[in-house]
């Protein structure tokens, strides 16, 4: 087939592809723009999206490419909106202004076969939320709970590389009621943005894409029966912390910290954000406490010590653990295979498995 008649081919694929907002199809509504097939059949668009448009439409016009016979690789350059609805408290995208921020409304019909539902926060990037995040649906998940993990961190998706898994989620059902299947690996239900997009891709989204993203992965996935869901934030106090706490009921909010004073004062407004809208903060975790040194054993505060405690009292809140700096975390990440897994007996290991308990008592107790 050549180029001209595979890339006739690859415009009617996409030509069945309608938009659920407006119905028209995707080639008429200017959402694909600048095609090329190369050789190979390999085909590169950009998609141009909408400020309503569900996030899974890129998804479907990649499918649509895909089941084209002669077609190789689907790149697609994904073009966001400059602008977009209104985010809560005015302007497109702004921060709610102070004292504004409403309480929690959640969304009747939403997770409804969901027990509990934990959030994993930190004021700050690179702190290990994401692996706190995973070794505490790991340990869940092998203590016997059917646990679900949603990384809801839309600009750094790390989830997929911690649990070595790197395929396309199925999707099922009848169209216009499409429902995605997530993928499962060491026992857990995972849902990923890092699963739709190319790896060296960038997540590059305004605040509404984002809370549109969010609510999909939470009405559109078939997650099923569930005794505990792990969601693993992005860093900070933006959209997707606001539309979680705004669309579901949460049981706790986890948050992660390292010890150094710029990780506590960013965890400290995480704190006071969470509290702002209602939600119960379990308690602190505090990452990468010590390095035992391998030669001569002598610990060494890489990032200082006491940061988590002065947190604890200013906040009224527990430390949940203290997580040292062992090698064995970061081979884990890199490997697929949570640390409470292959390597339950490490020193970080230990304090995580702990941890895992820790959480179950709490939500066991009142808040």
Known sequence: MGDDSLQKSVLQALAEVRSPVTGRDIIESGHVQSMEVRDGGDVRFSFSLKGDDPGTLVKEARSAVEAVSGVGSVKINVQLPQSGPQAPGGGTGGGLKPGSVPAPTPQPGILTDVSHVIAVSSGKGGVGK???ASNLAAALAASGKTVGLLDADIYGPNIPLMFGEDRRPPVTGEKGQEMIEPLEAHGVKLMSLGFLLDKEQPAIMRGPLIAGILKQFLEQVNWGPLDVMIVDMPPGTGDAQLSLVQSIDLDGVVMV????????GDVRRGIKMFERVNTRI????????????????????????????????ETNLPVLGRVPLDPAVRMAGDAGAPTVLSAPDSAAGVVLLAIADVVVEALTTSG
């Open 130 to 132: 994401s692996m706190v």
């Open 257 to 264: 910290s390292t010890p150094q004073d710029v990780a506590t």
């Open 282 to 313: 379990l308690g602190i975790v505090e990452n990468m406490v010590g390095l035992s040194c391998p030669h001569c054993g002598e610990e060494i505060d890489v990032f200082g010590t006491g940061g988590g405690d002065q947190l604890a009292a």
